[in-house]
């Protein structure tokens, strides 16, 4: 069966618009988001302690592993603002960052590998799904993929789970100083080929490293548009 990800992109901008009502002063620069401030808000367990502003939300997940601490830190300029960890698993629970006071970076627990319990397990799948499904200032996902590996199952299950569920997203290929371009973009070509057996029309998607800054700008950009409301 064919996903439901041709709808999610003839409905996501309506979405955007409306989250552009709230108070959403970003910081430009010929175009470009110039992130001056960053500040951590909260954690919170339940996606209904979450704000209750209507600010813009944009979202990161990924496997355990992926480099997602250190992908945040990157973006926002601030080395420290993602507690960062060699033991997967260290986020554990819905953690908000207000940038340039005008938007939203949440940070959710990975999903995969991380040695914890079956039941702390089930608390995150079941936080992390309350959170996508019912959180209406949501914007955007970033999916988190290693450049490094194959396809991997638990991975385009969940990309799958999203376009099922018609919710808004958008791939990052992550850690692509570890190798070389052309094994960056043949790791790239095969995981969108994967995609295709199943799906219509493919989502967004960056390459990214969080050692020498690749993809900072088109990330930025990318949520720079959102919030314009900006899709061409």
């Not at 397990?121 to 490094?148: C, G, H, P």
């Not at 992550?174 to 995981?191: G, R, Y």
Request: proline content about 5%.
């Amino acid at each position: 069966m064919k996903s439901f990800l041709l709808i999610v992109y003839r409905t996501f901008p309506t979405v955007v618009r409306s989250a552009k009502l709230g108070n959403n002063p970003l910081v430009k620069e010929e175009n470009q988001m110039k992130i001056v401030d960053a500040q951590f808000v909260a954690s919170y367990t339940d996606y209904q302690q979450c704000p209750k502003s209507t600010i813009p939300e944009y979202t990161f997940i990924g496997r355990s592993n992926v480099g997602k601490s250190s992908l945040i830190n990157m973006l926002t300029g601030h080395s420290k603002l993602a507690k960062t960890s060699g033991r997967p698993g260290k986020t554990q629970m819905i953690n908000y960052f207000l940038i340039n006071n005008g938007w939203h970076l949440v940070d959710l627990p990975g999903y995969g590998w991380a040695k914890v319990s079956k039941t702390s397990r089930a608390s995150w799948s079941k936080m992390i799904e309350d959170y996508l499904l019912y959180r209406t200032q949501l914007i955007n996902l970033f999916v988190l993929i290693d450049s490094r590996l194959p396809p991997q199952k638990i991975d385009m299950e969940f990309v799958r789970w999203l376009g099922e569920n018609q919710l808004p997203f958008a791939i990052i290929f992550t850690k692509a100083d570890k190798q070389t371009d052309n094994k960056t973009n043949q790791s790239v070509a095969t995981f969108r080929k994967e995609m295709l057996e199943t799906w219509e029309e493919l989502p967004p998607s960056f390459v990214s490293s969080s050692a020498d800054g690749t993809g900072r700008e088109e990330i930025l950009q990318y949520i720079h548009q959102l919030n314009q409301g900006d899709f061409n």
